[in-house]
């Protein structure tokens, strides 16, 4: 499953020994959360791809840097390979999908988001996606990080957004993060 690449980019996280519990000081106060026995990207592999993000998403759409690193201040990012099913969710297209919807991000609030580990590989995960809406969220004021993507019903994502994703991890890919 963690086999992807030429380098890991997770840890195993051991509650039983305080070593394996990296306080790992990451950008803007970010701080990672995870249940014991699970896994955790590396802090520098987090921090490496925090900070692609945070260039990309500036130079994109011309917000000076320090107003983006803002935005993330304060952030709990929660890792975790135990995947997660919501009762509903929009597709990035912006169509509503009920029922059991399995998931492999969420934004929980402006300051908080779960992304799920299914490789080694932080390309893989939805982490940049989750860092668009967590920076929407706080352009919104706190109102709303636009769950339904491109749809109509919320404003802030535009194509634009989604490119910047999938460029942003291709880049990733290419750096082996």
């Not at 706080?138 to 749809?151: C, L, M, T, V």
Request: with cysteine.
């Amino acid at each position: 499953m963690f086999n992807g690449g030429s380098q890991s980019n997770i840890i195993k996280v051991n509650c039983n020994d305080i070593n394996t519990i990296n306080l790992t000081k990451l950008p803007a106060n970010i701080v990672l959360l995870s249940r014991c026995d699970d896994y955790l990207y590396k802090g520098e592999s987090l921090t490496k791809a925090i900070e692609l993000f945070v260039q990309e998403y500036s130079e994109t759409f011309e917000i000076d840097p320090a107003i983006i690193w803002s935005h993330l201040y304060g952030l709990k990012i929660e890792l975790s390979i135990i995947p997660r099913v919501v009762k509903s969710a929009y597709s990035t297209e912006g169509n509503l999908l009920k029922g059991d919807v399995p998931v492999n991000g969420l934004a929980l609030s402006p300051k908080h988001i779960w992304v799920e580990i299914k490789t080694s590989q932080i390309w893989s995960s939805s982490l940049i996606h989750e860092l668009v809406h967590t920076v929407i969220w706080n352009q919104n004021s706190g109102i709303h990080g636009d769950p339904d993507h491109e749809g109509k019903q919320f404003s802030g994502w535009t194509e634009k957004h989604t490119k910047l994703i999938k460029d942003l991890n291709i880049h990733l890919l290419d750096l082996g993060i």
